[in-house]
């Protein structure tokens, strides 16, 4: 039987370096309460969920699992505080924030004792996230589903520059999605590995069946990274990613790109599985993904491959 | 003192799973024969050279080490054949061939039973070597220097798809730049890494100074990828890498963007070190690297890396 010790382990008081992210339309109280009882870090992804909807799926969370779970609160929305202020209210004591400034709300969380980690997609924004007291980052590469940053800094070669720079762990995601992905992600230095596309696809979660069923069919090449001048997004190629990338290529202006976009095109593609017009955000991962089977199942095979993945290397070198 | 066993150092009867890429006026004799002096792959890169100019450095080459070597050709040049026929001609066993169909030249390769390796950057390309008879592959992620797929996919993501779909054994490549980077392609199911801005760097390198003091001075986010219509290519910034990415951006089209690029780019930046005009190809892994130093010492160093990254991986992993 294998167990971890890395800082994150200890940072969350979990079994295994392996957290679940939090994605909107995919990770309620079922996916994340799966993850944090067979040995991960489940996440609650509040990007899809109003304040009710989130004390709704934190409650039932509790319910369903006495391990640490967290909450994902994307710092951009409107309503952040509001999400906070129910995330604290209820009692969760991990917080993954994203998207946006993560000075703003870090006194409050800090004065309620939570752990906070912070997504960042290049150095520069995880010192920004260290020096303002940050327990932890996750160092997401452009390869990663959903929100990508700008520079379009890739796993391999961000992690091992996060880990020189930062005083704090390093939680490392994009492309990973089996466990010969987190002993990479562990080589280069970081403490934890965070998936998503992979937990996308398990049975707990929330996702339409057409899309769980789109990651499983995709190849390597099936995603597409598209509205640069508005928000860099990574999805799977449908007739909406190609008119997107098109776009692009033709040079479209802003005001252009967010008619195209228009709204709530996540929940009309992860939600309600529309083939035509909605973004069915995934990572570059979702080649690697050939079935959809259920967390226990899922985190069995990840150790498994992981410990495989070990001892190669270890009849690989001799000393 | 390490040493290592995967199917790459038998594949070409060297001591260490690691390969010094084949790049543009960085890699003649001097850079490839140190490689192959302190138990790696040195490879001759014959993109800036006449087929003379590379029977020289072939010769040279021959003169400074007694250890296996190979000579990397990129089959959309004109004079493709030629080079081949040069690298036969003069004994070398090694072949690695980039940027072209990997069937236009394989019958003539075999026939004189070179071990020929072709670089891509998709399973689909990786399928097609393997099935006209390529010994091994090369995966090169877009974090890399210089040029690259279409399909932008990440060596962390691209790594273990390859090793799921070929029999042949993959090295990676991209993003890799010390001893955590090496483990964490072995820990993906790599035979193998391949360097490349990381042997650019070094003393024994054939580049600009200027281009050396350029990546040891970048960061995480100082590369951009342009010019995705007429030919993708990774380069650090300078002011005509932005010029490049703005005329993308405002959706320039193919005839204007082959114009703004113009002709002997790469040999003004990286052979002539200018500043202003040069194109300096090099990876996201730039970062990383903060000295100029020997490739004996590069080696040493590389290897203590992977030891000490190897030697954490155990500590954390509790069986």
Chains 1, 2 share one sequence.
Not at 162 to 180: E, F, Q, S, Y
Not at 209 to 223: E, F, G, M, R
Request: proline share 3%; net charge neutral; charged share 25%.
């Amino acid at each position: 039987m294998t167990t971890f010790k890395t800082s994150i382990t200890e940072l969350f008081n979990i079994e295994y370096p392996i957290i679940q992210a939090g994605m909107v339309w995919v990770s309620g109280w079922k996916l994340a309460s799966a993850v944090s009882n067979y040995g991960g870090l489940g996440l609650i992804g509040s990007g899809s969920m109003k304040a009710d909807l989130l004390r709704y799926h934190i409650n039932n969370c509790f319910s369903a699992t006495d391990k640490p779970f967290g909450v994902n609160i994307p710092l951009l929305r409107d309503d952040a505080e509001e999400l906070i202020n129910v995330t604290i209210e209820e009692g969760v004591k991990i917080v993954f924030t994203s998207a946006g400034n993560p000075k703003t709300f870090i006194e409050k969380l800090k004065k309620n004792n939570m752990t906070v980690v912070h997504v960042v997609p290049s150095v520069k924004f995880g010192l920004k996230a260290e020096k303002v007291g940050y327990d932890a980052v996750v160092g997401e590469g452009v390869e990663a589903g959903g929100h990508n940053g700008a520079d379009e800094i890739t796993t391999m070669a961000l992690i091992p520059q996060l880990v020189d720079a930062l005083k704090i762990p390093v939680i490392a995601a994009g492309g990973i999605a089996d466990g010969r992905g987190i002993l990479a992600a562990l080589s280069l230095g970081a403490e934890g590995a965070q998936l998503g596309t992979r937990f996308a696809a398990t049975i707990e979660s929330s996702a339409h069946p057409n899309y769980k069923l789109k990651i499983v069919k995709a190849s390597d090449s099936d995603t597409v990274l598209a509205f640069k001048k508005i928000g860099l997004v990574r999805m799977l190629k449908n007739d909406f990613a190609v008119k997107a990338v098109e776009a692009e290529t033709k040079g479209w202006n802003r005001d252009q790109l967010k008619e195209l976009l228009g709204n709530k095109r996540e929940m009309r593609g992860i939600f309600e599985g529309n083939e035509e017009e909605g973004e069915f955000e995934a990572g570059q991962s979702s080649g690697l993904i050939k079935e959809i089977i259920s967390v226990e199942l899922l985190m069995k095979k990840l150790l498994k491959e992981l410990d495989e993945a070990n001892s190669r290397n270890q009849k690989a070198i001799i000393n």
